[in-house]
């Protein structure tokens, strides 16, 4: 089993910024993507943004210069930094890992959720 604890969502005003934090535990080989996702009611999960073990990210289109996406795998966790945030935003944001165990075997895993407010 993997488990992913969420933390730093919050309420802030337009234009602020809030660091999400994401950190996997428990048994698996390796992490190979770790991604934020996030939805709003009556609406699909969307993909926010993903770095794979490489390090290489993907965004969002609505997010892009503003989000930025980082991991420490030693340490097993991802992070969203948000800047200038936009009532837009406002969503609860999820976190997400694609980690592998066994032979070839691999779960894909979704943390609980934390809350993000962007006030106008």
């Known amino acids: 089993q993997v488990q992913l604890v969420e933390s730093g969502g919050g309420l802030v005003q337009a234009g602020g910024s809030l660091r999400l934090s994401c950190a996997a535990s428990?048994?698996?080989?390796?992490?190979?993507?770790m991604a934020w996702y996030r939805q709003t009611p009556g609406k699909q999960r969307e993909l926010v943004a993903g770095?794979?073990?490489?390090?290489?990210?993907n965004y969002a289109d609505s997010v892009k210069g503003r989000f930025t996406i980082s991991r420490d795998n030693p340490k097993n966790t991802v992070y969203l930094q948000m800047n200038s945030l936009e009532p837009e935003d406002t969503a609860v944001y999820y976190c997400?890992?694609?980690?592998?165990?066994?032979?070839?075997?691999?779960?894909?895993?979704w943390g609980q959720g934390t809350q993000v407010t962007v006030s106008s």
């Open positions: 770095i794979n073990s490489d390090g290489r990210a």
């Open positions: 428990g048994r698996f080989r390796s992490i190979t993507v």
């Open positions: 997400y890992a694609h980690s592998l165990y066994g032979l070839d075997s691999s779960r894909e895993t």
